[in-house]
């Protein structure tokens, strides 16, 4: 049997060399060989316009793959903590890329130690790329940029279900913020004035100019007083900010943000400027949190960025 089976080898070795020599003879194709002293590969280098990858055709014949490869994408956190834990071996490794938003889980990295004879090819990996949280999404879009009183009164209807009560804030905001609203004396607005203000007003503006002059020296000293009033001349006071919570990224829990609220009247116009408070800190947070939850998955978490 084994006599066959070398007999058999033989001529199949045979048959390839013949068509190597046919191929070299006629189409002008070289044979290269590259190896390292014990292992050889041979190529055939063909000239331009003769190529043809047969690799693929070549794979399907076997049983199955020589290794595991791919680059996969998945959707939320338990897709991707299901994957690793189901691939993971002692040489995985999760890079976390905050800049980019995203987990890229490498089951084949470079194992640990100098040896480079120990290399992998990293070439069979799954990444989660973060959503944005609509709600953040939406106030991202919106903030930053003056806004007409139409424009407001659509972003705080379709809003007004995550404003957070005056009286629920404490405890919710981080130190700093809470720290930043006292200091400011912020009027934080209820949801039922934010539904009011969306609702739109007409603002008066009543400017007074006075001036105090020092008879002991001369000097003089101009005073300018601006009061808005709307249209029954009732004196108005504009909240100058409010709380809402936001879900950062799609699986992430939802932070308190301080949303700075601005307005400007001319000539009974009325504009408005909203600011998200410390986004970035905001953001920061949220892939903490998610950075949190993907190491219980058990394997080593690397961060890029």
Known sequence: MAKNSYSEQSSVVGENQAIIDLMSDRCKVEKVEVGDGSKFLTFLVTPDGMHHDMTEKIAVLQDKPGRRTG?????????????????????????????????????????EGADPSQAAWRDFSVTWNLAQGEAFRKCNEFEGRWHSQTDIALFLGERIGDVVEPGAVKGLLNEQTQRIVELMGSNLATASELLTLSKGMTINVDSRMSTIENLDNGEAHIFYEENHRDASGNKIKVPNAFVIALQIYDGAPPVAALVRLRYRAREGTVKWFLELHDKQKLVDFAFDDLSQKVSEAGVLLVRKG
């Open 71 to 111: 680059r996969l994408q998945v959707a939320d956190l338990s897709s991707f903590l299901a994957l690793v834990g189901r691939w993971k071996t002692d040489d995985s490794i999760i890079w976390s890329d905050r800049q980019a938003g995203a987990f890229t889980a490498t089951f084949e990295d470079h194992p």
